[in-house]
């Protein structure tokens, strides 16, 4: 509640708009990353973990040498199992909100409207999500923050869009266009079922590190594409029409104002002409 204060009166107030100006930048994301990556935040490790409730023996690399090593933990092998064809899978652990494109604008319930086009700054990329489907995945920091391919893919090189760096929070959404005034990553991949697939990391509040770990290649299921360092964070996922057949429940969550708790792997939909 007291976060939810905080953010109200960054949001909301003249006041806290002229201290939100600093905490979007980038610099002041660069000083708190670095602090992070030192062992004087260690001492945060402990209370992080406990608050939380994450199992740390779920994990590798415990004890954590700084609170960043714990912040983009890598869970051990097993605990993601990959949902087999023909089903769509997560990313990511995330609460997923599902959002149809009518024709190149996204449009949010009470949250701000957006364009592929301006998301990714690349109007014929767009162009192929015409009356599409966008999946937001909205990370929390108690998420597991590294994410992995949904499909075998050749992908494209990252693509890096520089912004700001507002929190992903639904109270920061419903004043400003987030995700096409954060820093984001896309990439565009050729995937083996799903058609041409768009993935967009967006950074947020003291969120500026995307780190993905492959150029321009191929790529597996399953396999990890990258992690954000500290903060919540969002993936997007921009899927042509009728490639991906997803569940109306879905849809009609997210109209209702609800976020649907996803795990990474775990069956999401399911990929037009690929059942079995």
């Known amino acids: 509640m007291a976060n939810e204060r905080m953010l109200y009166f960054l949001y909301h107030t003249a006041a806290g708009r002229i201290l939100l100006r600093p905490l979007c930048s980038r610099g002041v994301s660069r000083l708190c990353g670095a ?17 939380n409730g994450i ?58 409207r957006f364009t592929v086009s301006a998301l990714l700054g690349n109007d014929p990329v767009a162009a192929r999500y015409a009356d599409g489907v966008c999946l937001v995945f909205r990370l929390c920091v108690q998420h597991y923050h590294r994410y992995h391919y949904v499909d075998d893919a050749k992908k494209g090189e990252n693509v890096f869009i520089k912004g700001k760096l507002h929190t992903v929070r639904p109270i920061a959404l419903r004043e400003v266009p987030v995700f096409v005034e954060n820093c984001r990553e896309y990439t565009v991949m050729d995937t083996a079922h799903c058609g041409t697939v768009t993935q967009v990391e967006v950074g947020a509040l003291l969120v500026g590190k995307i780190c993905n770990r492959d150029g321009a290649g191929d790529v597996k299921r399953g396999a990890e594409k990258g992690m954000f360092l500290y903060g919540g964070s969002t993936v997007i996922l921009l899927l042509e029409k009728g490639r991906v057949r997803l569940p109306e429940t879905l849809f009609a969550a997210t109209a209702d104002g609800k976020e649907t708790p996803v795990r990474l792997g775990e069956a999401i939909g399911e990929i037009e002409g690929e059942a079995t």
Do not use: M, W
């Open 55 to 112: 199992a740390v023996a779920d994990f590798e690399g415990a004890p954590f040498a700084n609170f960043n090593a714990c912040f983009s933990r890598k869970i051990r092998d097993g605990l993601r199992p990959i949902a087999p064809l023909p089903a769509f899978v997560a990313p990511c652990d995330a609460l997923l909100s599902a959002y149809h494109i009518a024709g190149d604008t996204v449009i949010p319930v009470k949250q701000s």
């Open 35 to 51: 602090f992070l990556n030192t062992r004087l935040s260690k001492p945060l490790v402990a209370p992080f973990l406990r608050k």
